[in-house]
């Protein structure tokens, strides 16, 4: 965190140091809502920034980013390193969009050399909003505490119609298998409800993740992945 935002959460703060930190934040919204604005209808892939080339997980999140690539949608993540690279890269590869989302940290994390557009973030809430706010489907790749946080806003978002039911796919059965048992565990206590489970895809295929998105998402809400807003000039606005 920013030791703005590290001050902001150790509790009340002066009116003017609440009011100045809000401003921030809204300039923050604003700036990623200019850089993306044109991006086109997004998949956003979630996952550890510390698996390097070629890992399986890096290289199955590249095969499968180029495939949803394929279907005209923007690969949007993190912008980091890892899967989120790998998925970037597939993207490259196949002449398809890609885009970041870069959280800015102490310790510097570089967006990836496979992005056409970046935007960097100050805070991980307004950089979380943003990958949500443009995405039409989520793909969860093996990652850490950051990619279930971004995997479980989405599911409750969905979950409580904040947004609309979009598909989202859990990558890789072996690896996730013990967060499945725990939603079903949660199922059985009655937690969350009996269908809620049928909000997300758990697989190893990459082609039925695919088929899985072209349905959920193309299909079900009429999209036209390879459309994008044109930019109007005369606001400054960038392609």
Request: one cysteine or more; aromatic letters at 14%; charged letters at 25%.
């Amino acid at each position: 965190m920013t030791k703005s935002e590290i001050k902001f959460l150790e509790g009340p703060q002066n009116r003017w140091t609440e009011f100045t930190f809000t401003v921030n934040v809204l300039l923050e919204f604003i700036k990623g809502f200019r850089k993306l604005h044109f991006v086109g209808p997004c998949v956003t892939i979630f996952g550890s920034a510390r698996f390097k080339d070629g890992h399986p997980y890096y290289e199955k999140t590249e095969e499968l980013a180029a495939k949803i690539a394929g279907l005209g949608f923007t690969i949007m993540t993190g912008g980091g390193p890892g899967i989120m690279e790998a998925a970037n890269k597939g993207a490259k590869d196949v002449g398809g969009r890609s885009v970041g989302c870069n959280i800015v940290l102490p310790f510097e994390q570089a967006h990836n050399p496979y992005l056409d557009k970046w935007v960097n973030i100050k805070y991980f809430f307004v950089r979380k909003t943003l990958l949500i706010k443009y995405s039409y489907a989520f793909v969860v790749m093996p990652g850490g505490f950051g990619t279930l946080d971004e995997y479980f806003e989405a599911l409750t978002l969905i979950q409580t119609k904040m947004i609309q039911e979009f598909p989202i796919v859990i990558f890789d059965t072996e690896f996730h298998r013990q967060l499945v048992e725990h939603i079903d565990l949660m199922k059985a206590a009655g937690t969350i409800s009996a269908t809620d489970t049928n909000l997300f895809l758990f697989t190893d295929s990459v082609d039925e993740a695919v088929a899985y998105i072209q349905k959920n998402s193309i299909l079900k809400f009429k999209l036209k992945p390879g459309t994008r807003r044109k930019p109007r000039r005369w606001l400054w606005e960038g392609d």
